[in-house]
């Protein structure tokens, strides 16, 4: 399969962009600087720049383009380039999609969204179905689902990744964590009882693969695992796993002080449930907590 990227260089992207050749497929990499290699297309998404000529090329789309949300302090600046990043991107693609002839259209486009769409669900366990929550992500991930509409009324399958919290030493939500952990100097988030949808990074990338091929599938996917865990059992688990204490808590106000805006995401509750990837039959490699921490930090 032609298979063409946006994000391809990010935490999510180098990994899926890796398997995908791995298993044969030829990816082409949208850059925003001049192409290095024939595997590269240069476009401008801040700008709606893309030539469709290169999407002509492609059999599937996948689009996981978008700052970080977690890189950086939520200034007002920053809070509007975490929206921009997502929206223009998307709706770059989707309009290009949209007004390329029928039969030059990609069969599908794979867009990146996130549980951040179900806002704060406390105790509540949400699927697919659920309405968006209240909160700046929720809004961002409203208009960032919305921006695929184009493509879907030309007909192309859409698939809106609604990804939780990917389990990997080298980035995501564990990375920053493993320092203090080592060090004996941490321990849960607030009052702990917040829910936290992790997935292991070898099932988000099997899971990608596998709505990259099935043709039955679109609309909104949780990428999540199967067993969602609170905060406070999460942080006694990777201490567990590290062999080290995890008895210093973090008080609200103090990630409030470190994190501005970002402190309220962190310290919300987000019990999602991976109802779509269950009922197609996935199967997780790592349904529970404790594997997917162990493979996360030793793979």
């Not at 006694?236 to 995401?265: K, N």
Request: hydrophobic residues 45%.
């Amino acid at each position: 399969m032609r298979i063409l990227m946006a994000g391809a260089s990010g935490f999510l992207g180098t990994r899926l962009a890796t398997l995908l050749t791995a298993d044969g497929h030829r990816i082409t990499r949208l850059v925003r600087r001049a192409p290095r290699s024939e595997q590269e297309r240069r476009w401008d998404p801040a700008a709606g720049q893309l030539d469709p000529a290169v999407v002509a090329e492609a059999d599937a789309v996948v689009n996981l383009a978008g700052a970080g949300v977690g890189d950086k302090r939520w200034t007002d600046e920053y809070r509007q380039l975490i929206r921009s990043s997502r929206v223009d991107s998307t709706t770059t693609l989707a309009v290009t999609i949209a007004g390329l002839p029928a039969a030059e259209r990609p069969e599908v486009l794979l867009n990146s969204s996130a549980v951040g769409w179900y806002g704060d669900t406390g105790d509540r366990s949400v699927e697919e179905d659920a309405p968006a929550g209240e909160g700046f992500l929720a809004d961002v991930c409203r208009v960032w689902e919305a921006a695929t509409r184009p493509a879907e009324d030309a007909g192309v399958r859409v698939v809106r990744m609604r990804t939780g919290l990917p389990l990997h030493r080298d980035g995501g939500l564990l990375k920053p964590q493993l320092l203090p952990f080592r060090l004996g100097i941490a321990g849960r988030l607030g009052s702990g009882r917040q829910w936290l949808p992790w997935m292991s990074m070898t099932d988000w990338l099997h899971a990608s693969t596998f709505l990259l091929a099935r043709a039955d599938i679109a609309g909104p996917v949780n990428l999540v695992g199967p067993s969602p865990v609170t905060n406070a059992e999460f942080t006694r688990e990777l201490a567990r796993q590290l062999h080290r204490p995890a008895v210093v808590p973090i008080p609200g106000l103090a990630l409030r002080v470190v994190l501005g805006g970002f402190a309220q995401e962190a310290l919300a509750s987000t019990r999602v449930l991976p109802g779509v990837l269950t009922g197609a039959g996935f199967d997780f490699r790592h349904p529970d907590l404790s594997s997917a921490l162990h493979a996360a930090l030793t793979e």
